[in-house]
């Protein structure tokens, strides 16, 4: 399964037509411990590059970006359990935001994959 | 640092501080040999242009010293007016060539006694000491973090060995400006350029008790009209706490309403590591600014429920020794 990335520091992992989308580890390193996130309803549709969700430290609050388009079909219930130290704990896995109903493929393909965003993150 | 000439001790004070009074509402006359004062230069609308630290040193030599401690966003501005303020009457030294560390924390009296001198460890909240080891040191028992603390003037050819001694000690670690923002926001004390601007009164930001009573009955600082009047008749708007009911923590620039409608406007917020929940400084319209009020935070469009409650959000633990 391919995990792509984009400049915003969301991953995709794309099944099927159901993108599951996060915050990269990188991310989640620069922002330090979690102390909010908000994620969209269930049903809510989002453009490529739209603000869907905010995850906030300490430090700073960040908008978290659609990196392709679709309609959020499922959010993590642990964040909506403010579970938010999953973010923390497992950005690329269990911290996961949402699952997105994709409607174009082409926009997944045309991110970075991991040795791309490797590369990119490193020249940051 | 300004220094007036021709004058000895108590009269050399008295006449600098008079020059400095002409900016700032404060009792700087007043200020004792080794004292520090908080005080801000206001201008004619009774809006504070910065807020800023005065010490007086204590040792003989210094008479009619004063050392100003402005926010390095102000400079230019402070200096300008300083320098207008105190033409011809007093020399204006720019103190280029030294640096400021601040030491701050619970063991902050351990460290500085153990690295600088153990007579550290005896001064009280907002005095004022020169010390001699790396090169020179003007040290005053303060900060802005709300917990005990030393600011370490030093020359800049001292700075590093300083810093590396300080950092070499068990209980101390580097911590950035983020840090210090947290700790500043959980003290309630007010951030220049957030919390206060050059339309905000002292009055509306509650910080009356740094205007002296020789001052207020004076009424002769910059802005003296509306900050008198404020005095004795309450401000339209006032400096207060905010705890969000839930998590979401609202950052400055949040609209506050209350039954629709809008009230005030949050200046700083953010999250309390010491107390696990978000936290915000603001100012709303006096009638609502009632301890225990309910209002309404407008974070992303959505209307969220909080409550005002008292400053600071964290208790300080400055150092202040018994009275014998």
Not at chain 1, 57 to 84: C, H, L, M, Q, R
Request: aromatic letters at 6%; hydrophobic letters at 40%.
């Amino acid at each position: 399964m391919t995990t792509r990335f984009t400049k915003d520091h969301e991953w995709v992992r794309l099944e099927g037509d159901v993108a599951t989308v996060g915050i990269s580890t990188y991310a989640a390193e620069q922002l330090g411990d979690v102390v909010y996130a908000e994620l969209p309803a269930v049903g809510a549709s989002f453009a490529q590059g739209a603000d869907m969700a905010v995850v906030e430290s300490a430090k700073t609050a960040s908008d978290v970006y659609a990196p392709i388009s679709g309609e959020v079909v499922d959010a993590n219930a642990e964040i909506k359990g403010e579970n938010w130290q999953i973010i923390n704990d497992a950005p690329q896995d269990g911290g996961w935001f949402v699952k997105l109903k994709i409607a174009n493929k082409a926009e997944f393909d045309a991110l970075m994959d991991e040795a791309a965003y490797a590369d990119y993150v490193k020249g940051l | 640092m300004p220094k007036g000439h021709g004058l000895e001790g108590d009269d050399a004070h008295k006449k600098v501080a008079s020059l400095i009074e002409r900016l700032a509402p404060g009792d700087i006359q007043g200020l004792k040999p080794g004292q520090v004062r908080y005080t801000m230069i206001t201008n004619a609308e009774g809006g504070v242009l910065d807020d800023l630290m005065i010490a007086r040193p204590a040792e003989p030599g210094a008479a009619g010293d004063l050392y100003i401690v402005v926010n390095a966003g102000c400079k230019h501005q402070d200096w300008a007016l300083i320098e207008e303020a105190t033409k011809g009457e007093a020399n204006l030294v720019r103190a280029d060539d030294r640096c400021l560390l601040a030491l701050q924390g619970p063991s902050a009296h351990v460290v500085a006694a153990a690295v600088i001198d153990p007579a550290l460890a005896e001064m009280s909240f907002m005095s004022v000491k020169r010390y001699d080891a790396f090169g020179r040191l003007t040290v005053t028992r303060s900060g802005y973090t709300g917990e005990d603390g030393y600011e370490i003037l030093v020359r800049a050819e001292h700075a590093t060995d300083l810093a590396n001694a300080l950092l070499a000690h068990a209980e101390v670690k580097p911590i950035g400006l983020g840090a210090r923002d947290s700790l500043r926001l959980e003290a309630g004390l007010c951030l220049y350029g957030h919390d206060l601007d050059a339309t905000t009164s002292p009055i509306e930001a509650d910080l009356a008790w740094t205007i002296q009573k020789r001052r207020r009955e004076a009424k002769d600082f910059p802005g003296a009209a509306r900050i008198s009047d404020e005095l004795a008749n309450g401000a339209k708007r006032k400096r207060v706490g905010i705890r969000p009911n839930d998590r979401a923590p609202a950052r400055e620039g949040v609209e506050i309403q209350v039954a629709g409608r809008r009230v005030g406007v949050v200046t700083s917020g953010g999250f309390s590591p010491v107390l696990n929940a978000p936290i915000s400084i603001g100012y709303v319209d006096t009638e609502f600014a009632e301890l225990g009020a309910g209002i309404d935070l407008i974070i992303r469009g959505q209307a969220r429920p909080a409550t005002i409650v008292p400053l600071p959000f964290v208790p300080h633990k400055y150092h202040r020794p018994q009275k014998a």
